[in-house]
């Protein structure tokens, strides 16, 4: 297998689209060679997220290799729509959820791992934040509970998420030189950018996954051979996070109603040692974190 050339697309809302302008957006993922899709999740709600990543396979006739973000969660619950997705992609090889799968061996250097991830509310100070998320109406897990109650679960779900990235990551060392991670939440605060700063304490609890950040950072602390990159999504503001040689955090653009392609990636000449060459030559700031135009 040797699958290289991607289109990278994080937050497309694709449920606040309509045809015509899906019908560009679809165009716009061939407009360049590739072999696949990366989709780093909010593609849309749950009645209709798998019809969605389907109508993208049908239109683009390429796979695509997905997570799940907290909006495609809404109006069900987190467990339903997960095993939904799952058995609606086992019955076509070209729709790849990544969350509890194997990772994927791309080519003799590259592995791709992923899994939703979740805002854990390690960071920052969730108990003084007055940050309330649509998610704890519109997603049945969380309904009617107090934030002393979602703590734990939201928690949870950002520990689960990191074992089992962890568990891809166990595995894609042995086989690859590097690994693509996707996950929907961005893992460390420096990749979380709001106004050109990093998220505050009153944001960062529902815009980070600390879980896996600190997992990430641990397995490349031992591991220093196997490099990481990571795509992510949700805050819908674009950054790139220099977090150690080995680990690069790209966190992608998006707009409601104006699905873009966030990046043609080619990974035979993704160069992570140096992400600023991606952007023309920008240097990363004292920080640490590359700012696109
Ligand atoms: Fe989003
Ligand atoms: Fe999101």
Known sequence: MNLRRFAWVTDPHLNFVDLNRFERFANELT????????????????????WQIRRMVEHTGKPVYFVLGNHDFYHS?????????????????????LTGAEPILLSNDWSLCGDDGWADGRLGDYHRSMVRLNDYQQISDFAGLSPAIRLPIIRRLG???????????EIARHVSRRSVVLTHIPPFREACLYDSKPADDNWA????CHSVGWML???????????????????????????????????GHAEYADPKVNAF?????????????WFNGQAPTSNGVVRPA
């Open 31 to 50: 407009e360049q060679p590739i072999d696949g899709i990366l989709l780093t999740g909010d593609v849309s709600e749950a009645e209709d997220v798998i």
């Open 77 to 97: 619950s987190i467990d339903l729509v997960r095993s939904s997705v799952a058995t609606s992609c086992k019955a076509d090889p070209r729709m790849v959820y």
């Open 159 to 169: 520990l689960t998420s990191a074992v089992r990235i962890r568990r891809q990551l």
């Open 205 to 208: 609890p529902f815009f980070t």
């Open 217 to 251: 950072r641990r397995f490349c602390q031992r591991f220093p051979e196997h490099q990481v990159l990571v795509l992510c999504g949700h805050t819908h503001h674009q950054c790139v996070s220099l977090i150690a040689d080995n680990l690069v955090v790209w966190t």
């Open 265 to 277: 990636l080619d990974l035979a000449h993704l160069d992570l040692t140096a992400p600023a060459a």
